[in-house]
């Protein structure tokens, strides 16, 4: 692979459990780096087809490449070939490249074999790890609330535990106190790391955070001991969902829509704990513009993270589900809220739908140094 351009391209990883924020942050990122004038490619992940995240970084303009069927590090072929499509397309100074929620060892699988590989082509960033302050809080025993099992938080603290900088991100969920105490807390336990707290949504810590991972080189360190059965038993304890859902029939609000679902499918999930449940809703006769919805937890309110002005008349909903659940009672969750849309004359019809857990992990590189 050629570098696409006279000096090395820039491979940034925003790394984290589902629901940490990731693609939020990888728009903002995008965002500032475009406003410095360079150009920037982004590479989505997932085990399965049609993304939210995908859908939703392309309404906002950006080139972005989605790679499916598995984590960047059984798919790392696929990775560098959605970098080589994203040069010949616009040359990017930066890729952002955002991998699965429930992936880790990405520093022995993906970055490491980048740079012995393709060195010449790419400087490698550190390797950002975003947590979400409430689900960390949580499985440090900072706070009672629903929790993964073992073998879940397992993947959760390897991911952690890779860091080279741990991001608290939505820092504006908690008061100074609780803030510094997690701080505090992944300090003490992940002391390889630089621990920042950051707020998209205020932009409290961003341009710090930012600067990290623009200009910094990931430095080599030993990469940590996985246990790859305990990691593939913990994958395989998430159910995972995507669909594709059409509506139509007369105007209705793009947010009550988004709401109903999202409530109905959380209320028909009670008991299993909702890693993520996102949405995202584009008209029919749109110009790009979406509507999007996210729930980060089983006990919390999805909250609507973009909305459309007028109402719709018709249009196509994405949605992604990742719970520790069945993937078979997952599919009647969401079957069964979707056809709860079918009311005062609208439509609502599952185009697309797969459900499953993910297979065990089997990485194609795996360099235990740099």
């Given at each position: 692979m050629s570098a696409p351009s006279s000096k090395r391209a820039r491979y940034i990883m925003l790394g984290g459990f589902l629901g940490a924020g990731k693609t939020t942050a990888v728009a903002a990122?995008?965002?500032?780096?475009?406003?410095?004038?360079?150009?920037?490619?982004?590479?989505?992940?997932?085990?399965?087809?049609?993304?939210?995240?995908?859908?939703?970084?392309?309404?906002?303009?950006?080139?972005?490449?989605?790679?499916?069927?598995?984590?960047?590090?059984?798919?790392?072929?696929?990775?560098?070939?959605?970098?080589?499509?994203?040069?010949?397309?616009?040359?990017?100074?930066?890729?952002?490249?955002?991998?699965?929620?429930?992936?880790?060892?990405?520093?022995?699988?993906?970055?490491?074999?980048?740079?012995?590989?393709?060195?010449?082509?790419?400087?490698?960033?550190?390797?950002?790890?975003?947590?979400?302050?409430?689900?960390?809080?949580?499985?440090?025993?900072?706070?009672?609330?629903?929790?993964?099992?073992?073998?879940?938080?397992?993947?959760?603290?390897?991911?952690?535990?890779?860091?080279?900088?741990?991001?608290?991100?939505?820092?504006?969920?908690?008061?100074?106190?609780?803030?510094?105490?997690?701080?505090?807390?992944?300090?003490?336990?992940?002391p390889n790391a630089d621990v920042s707290a950051v707020s998209v949504r205020t932009g409290a810590g961003v341009a710090e955070w930012f600067a990290k991972i623009t200009s910094g080189e990931q430095q080599p360190r030993t990469t940590m001991e996985v246990d790859y059965e305990l990691y593939a038993e913990g994958e395989a304890l998430l159910g995972w969902l995507n669909a594709t859902v059409q509506l139509s029939g007369g105007m209705f609000d793009s947010e009550t829509v988004l709401k109903s679902l999202a409530g109905g499918i959380q209320r028909r999930l009670f008991g299993a704990e909702i890693a993520h449940l996102k949405m995202t809703l584009s008209p029919d006769n749109g110009l790009g513009d979406v509507a999007a919805i996210n729930?980060?937890?089983?006990?919390?309110?999805?909250?609507?993270?973009?909305?459309?002005?007028?109402?719709?008349?018709?249009?196509?909903?994405?949605?992604?589900c990742r719970a520790e659940a069945a993937p078979e009672l997952i599919r009647d969750a969401v079957t069964a809220a979707v056809a709860a849309l079918n009311c005062d004359g609208r439509r609502a019809e599952i185009e697309h739908l797969e459900f499953f857990r993910p297979g065990k992990p089997r990485p194609t590189h795996r360099d235990s140094v740099a």
């Open positions: 990122l995008a965002q500032h780096l475009g406003a410095a004038g360079l150009r920037v490619g982004l590479i989505t992940n997932d085990q399965g087809s049609e993304l939210v995240d995908t859908a939703m970084l392309r309404s906002k303009g950006f080139m972005t490449e989605e790679i499916t069927g598995g984590c960047f590090c059984c798919r790392f072929n696929t990775l560098t070939d959605a970098a080589r499509k994203l040069t010949d397309a616009t040359r990017p100074d930066v890729f952002i490249a955002e991998p699965v929620g429930s992936c880790t060892d990405l520093v022995a699988t993906v970055t490491y074999p980048l740079r012995r590989i393709y060195g010449d082509s790419f400087s490698i960033a550190p390797l950002s790890v975003l947590v979400d302050p409430v689900r960390a809080e949580r499985v440090l025993g900072l706070a009672e609330g629903g929790r993964f099992s073992d073998k879940v938080t397992y993947i959760y603290r390897k991911q952690l535990e890779e860091a080279d900088v741990l991001v608290i991100t939505k820092s504006e969920l908690l008061d100074p106190a609780r803030l510094e105490r997690l701080r505090v807390a992944l300090v003490r336990e992940y729930l980060v937890r089983s006990d919390f309110v999805p909250e609507l993270s973009l909305r459309l002005e007028e109402p719709v008349a018709s249009g196509q909903l994405i949605l992604n």
